[in-house]
């Protein structure tokens, strides 16, 4: 009797959850050409819904276990939309990622009957502020061509936010606009929380947009705080100087010059980031390498590297950069190479015998 119980509740427990899932978004298991084939049937015309998701993106995992199942997504989306999710690394995915030119995930892309974009969602979000935004998106005045004409009608803050914001989820570089309204805008408008983040986070480092966003750089300080600002910057370089330190970036397809890492290096050093912190020298090692100048590396190492945290994994990140050096160094810089780390091991093996020392006197 007591199994009898048991597998009732657990058919009962399956077929609950089952019937919660049927009430969500129904994703079909279509082609994008099927999807559009479906929307445009006369007989019930829909628009259509294309999750355009990663296996490592978190937040689409978070939406796809989480809010898309929920009965108010389900009750919105199926009446109005043919719902379609693809991999953006895999099959049909990598070519509509190319087509709509999706680079952030997660984006949800609204087509109308015939595959055209009407607009796009872009970010984690629950149901029902994704249904809000959903909503939002299909007014016309908030499409891209809608928040341009907005734009060009009146150039402000107001309405450049809106249209830049859109311009950024769509792949294409805001920073003409934010440029063009920093020249017009008001002190508390431009060294705001919003335009600052998206200015800073989108504009190309070195750039005339970014040397005039430099200049007032005492004013975004005051506005966001130093440090924070400070690592805006440092972040959007980070990165790339890693891999031309690395000496990967051709594989990334990321191109440096040795004057743009020099300039890089040259605005990172007036931060005057904290020295004992080993990612702060980045930009100075990714200059030595691209200019292959390991003479001067190695001197820098000694001068600065040697006592950083050994147990900061951009040590190790650092020593294994000088370490590869050695394939190109002259019999001479390999042994300065070999000299730097037995001076460092030397210092290392004097610090433990100290700790060994404190550790044999407690009693």
Known sequence: ???????????????????????????????????????????????????????????????????????????????????????????????????????????????????????????????????????????????????????????????????????????????????????????????SNAYLELALGTVKFGSPFFRKLMMDKDKMDHAMGTEVINKILFDKVRKDMYQIASGTGARYNIYYTPAEVEEVAYTIGLLKLPKDRPESHMCRVALYVVNNDIDGMVDYYRRYMWNLPSNDPFKNILDGILMRQAANATEAQKVAIKEYFGFVAAALEKEAKQYIKLTENLK
């Open 1 to 191: 009797m007591k199994k009898i119980v048991i597998l009732f509740f657990l058919t009962v427990t399956t077929l609950h959850g089952q019937l919660l899932l049927a009430q969500g978004i129904n994703f079909e298991p279509l082609s994008l050409d099927q999807a559009i084939s479906k929307a445009s049937n006369p007989a019930e015309p829909k628009l259509i819904l294309v999750d355009c998701y990663t296996t490592w993106c978190i937040p689409c995992v978070e939406m796809a276990q989480m809010e898309f199942p929920k009965q108010v997504a389900g009750d919105y989306f199926n009446p109005k939309f043919v719902s379609v999710k693809f991999d953006m690394e895999k099959g049909e995915g990598k070519e509509i990622g190319k087509k709509y030119n999706v680079t952030a995930y997660p984006t949800f892309l609204i087509l109308n009957a015939q595959g055209q974009e009407i607009n796009r969602v872009v970010g984690k979000a629950t149901a029902e502020e994704f249904i809000k935004k959903v909503e939002t998106a299909l007014d016309p005045k908030n499409s891209l061509p809608g928040l341009k004409a907005a734009y060009e009608e009146k150039k402000s803050m107001a309405t450049a936010m809106p249209y830049a914001l859109a311009l950024y989820q769509n792949a294409q570089d805001p920073s003409p606009v934010l440029d063009e309204v920093y020249n017009v805008a008001q002190d508390f408008e431009r060294f």
